[in-house]
């Protein structure tokens, strides 16, 4: 997109909204104001170059990519923020009428690292992109990160999280979601990690919000934030989930579990999918994802998901050319549209019932926004006699880990007055 094209947009959108309150009139003078200032900054706002020297910081376990890929190590940056291998259990008691024995979970869920009080930092898919956004961020020597999501996006609470440990300030620019008991646990959970909260009515006024406060934070501070795209999906985040595929591949090799015919994971803003449906091809895995979507049609659907494809693959090819030219089609593609329901955040009556069988099985808590459509679809393709003694592997992206003795939704009123709507409606 042209420099300040999404501003004259924004003006054209604002348009039509007819006369602006005091609050848009002050949106707009920031904007005019600064707006020549950010002209050259816009590049680099969008740049995921490497840098000359990345910064690396290592737990205890390398990412496996870099073992296969070792030229990666030397361009791409990482910082260790999650306990990884994750492991994985059998499941295969969640559906009595499955047609297969042979099913599992990887629990995504519990790789947020242990703190002295005793629990874990909120783990979740996020955390997997965040190792490769945040190094990235603190090889610039970046001091804010900035995100986008929804009221409860997790990706957004991942980022505040993890930007709170590597010493970063988060500033989530967010938009109005279905409310829901992880919405006020999210919100209240981002405040708690120091982030900055703000909400737009929508998705045209959250990008000019957005834009207002990346160039607010110039004014003020005297340099950008670091911009991490909604749901960490970009090339740069994607090698998390590329990463996560040869994690698999290692387990496989190690007997922790047989190779998979199938994956079950949520298709939101499809960078979960992206990464490992080129991870897996590149580690020689004939494993096929079922990607469920659980975000409006034109945000996720076949069509948009190829590019991406490319795009991730090229950027990898860009920084190790040993790396495989993979190619992808539609035929490469499965996404169970079914399970959406009415909206994102909207939970489906097949949702809940999947959040209550895990529960009451394994204990696991799932959400009705990802997690619960994602195993709904798993629990009805499992009674089908396509999926005959295959090899199923639901990888659960959610971290429903009680964090009640940290946060209170009593305390709700020390966040932004927008905010409060969440708590004093009905559930």
């Given at each position: 997109?042209?420099?300040?094209?999404?501003?004259?947009?924004?003006?054209?959108?604002c348009?039509?909204?007819?006369?602006?309150?005091?609050?848009?009139?002050f949106?707009?003078?920031?904007v005019?104001?600064l707006a020549p200032?950010?002209?050259?900054?816009?590049?680099?706002?969008?740049?995921?170059?490497?840098?000359?020297?990345p910064?690396?910081?290592?737990?205890?376990?390398?990412?496996?990519?870099?073992?296969?890929?070792?030229?990666?190590?030397?361009?791409?940056?990482?910082?260790?923020?999650?306990?990884?291998f994750?492991?994985?259990?059998k499941?295969?008691?969640?559906?009595?009428?499955?047609?297969?024995?042979?099913?599992?979970?990887?629990?995504?869920?519990?790789?947020?690292?242990l703190?002295?009080?005793?629990?874990?930092v909120?783990?979740?898919?996020?955390?997997?992109?965040?190792?490769?956004?945040?190094?990235?961020?603190?090889?610039r020597?970046?001091?804010?990160?900035?995100?986008?999501?929804?009221?409860g996006?997790?990706?957004?609470?991942?980022t505040a999280?993890?930007?709170?440990?590597?010493?970063?300030?988060?500033?989530s620019?967010?938009?109005?979601?279905?409310?829901s008991?992880?919405?006020?646990?999210?919100?209240?959970l981002?405040?708690?990690?120091?982030?900055?909260?703000?909400?737009?009515?929508?998705q045209?006024?959250?990008?000019?919000?957005?834009?207002?406060?990346?160039?607010r934070?110039?004014?003020?501070?005297?340099?950008?934030?670091?911009?991490?795209?909604?749901?960490?999906?970009?090339?740069?985040?994607?090698?998390g989930f590329?990463?996560?595929?040869?994690e698999l591949k290692e387990?496989?090799?190690?007997?922790?579990?047989?190779?998979?015919?199938?994956?079950?994971?949520?298709l939101?803003?499809?960078?979960?999918?992206?990464?490992?449906?080129i991870?897996?091809?590149?580690?020689?895995?004939?494993?096929?994802?079922?990607?469920?979507?659980?975000?409006?049609?034109?945000?996720?659907?076949?069509?948009?998901?190829?590019?991406?494809?490319?795009?991730a693959t090229a950027?990898?090819?860009?920084?190790?050319?040993?790396?495989p030219?993979?190619?992808?089609?539609?035929?490469?593609?499965t996404?169970?549209?079914?399970f959406?329901?009415?909206?994102?955040g909207?939970?489906?009556?097949?949702?809940?019932?999947?959040?209550?069988?895990?529960?009451e099985?394994?204990?696991?808590a799932?959400?009705g926004?990802?997690?619960?459509?994602?195993?709904?679809?798993?629990?009805?393709?499992?009674?089908k006699p396509?999926?005959?003694?295959?090899?199923?592997?639901?990888?659960?992206?959610?971290?429903?880990?009680?964090?009640?003795?940290?946060?209170?939704?009593?305390?709700?009123?020390?966040?932004?007055?927008?905010?409060?709507?969440y708590?004093?409606a009905?559930?």
């Amino acid at each position: 997109m042209a420099k300040l094209q999404l501003f004259i947009l924004s003006l054209l959108l604002c348009d039509a909204r007819g006369a602006m309150s005091t609050n848009e009139k002050f949106l707009f003078s920031q904007v005019e104001s600064l707006a020549p200032k950010a002209q050259s900054s816009m590049d680099t706002f969008k740049d995921r170059s490497p840098v000359p020297m990345p910064y690396q910081k290592f737990g205890a376990q390398q990412p496996p990519l870099f073992s296969y890929y070792p030229e990666l190590k030397q361009k791409v940056s990482f910082v260790s923020l999650g306990d990884f291998f994750t492991p994985i259990e059998k499941i295969d008691q969640l559906c009595p009428e499955s047609q297969t024995p042979y099913v599992y979970m990887k629990r995504d869920d519990i790789n947020g690292p242990l703190q002295a009080n005793g629990l874990r930092v909120v783990g979740g898919n996020k955390v997997r992109k965040l190792e490769f956004l945040l190094g990235d961020a603190l090889a610039r020597h970046a001091t804010a990160v900035m995100t986008f999501g929804c009221a409860g996006s997790n990706h957004a609470l991942a980022t505040a999280a993890y930007a709170n440990l590597v010493g970063l300030q988060a500033i989530s620019i967010l938009r109005p979601q279905a409310n829901s008991p992880i919405v006020r646990r999210n919100l209240l959970l981002q405040h708690y990690y120091g982030a900055q909260l703000h909400e737009y009515p929508n998705q045209e006024w959250r990008c000019l919000g957005g834009f207002c406060a990346f160039l607010r934070h110039k004014q003020i501070y005297g340099e950008y934030p670091y911009f991490i795209p909604t749901g960490g999906t970009c090339p740069l985040g994607e090698l998390g989930f590329i990463n996560a595929a040869f994690e698999l591949k290692e387990q496989i090799e190690q007997g922790v579990m047989p190779e998979p015919d199938y994956i079950y994971i949520p298709l939101g803003s499809m960078g979960t999918t992206v990464g490992l449906m080129i991870g897996l091809k590149a580690a020689g895995l004939k494993t096929h994802v079922v990607a469920v979507r659980v975000d409006d049609y034109e945000d996720a659907n076949e069509q948009s998901l190829l590019p991406l494809l490319r795009d991730a693959t090229a950027y990898v090819r860009s920084l190790d050319s040993s790396f495989p030219d993979l190619k992808f089609g539609l035929e490469d593609i499965t996404i169970a549209h079914d399970f959406f329901g009415q909206g994102y955040g909207i939970a489906t009556p097949q949702a809940r019932q999947a959040i209550s069988v895990m529960h009451e099985n394994y204990g696991i808590a799932l959400d009705g926004t990802y997690s619960g459509k994602t195993v709904a679809a798993l629990l009805y393709d499992l009674q089908k006699p396509a999926i005959k003694n295959k090899i199923v592997l639901y990888w659960n992206t959610f971290c429903g880990l009680d964090y009640s003795s940290i946060v209170s939704e009593s305390t709700y009123k020390q966040l932004p007055h927008c905010f409060y709507k969440y708590f004093e409606a009905d559930l």
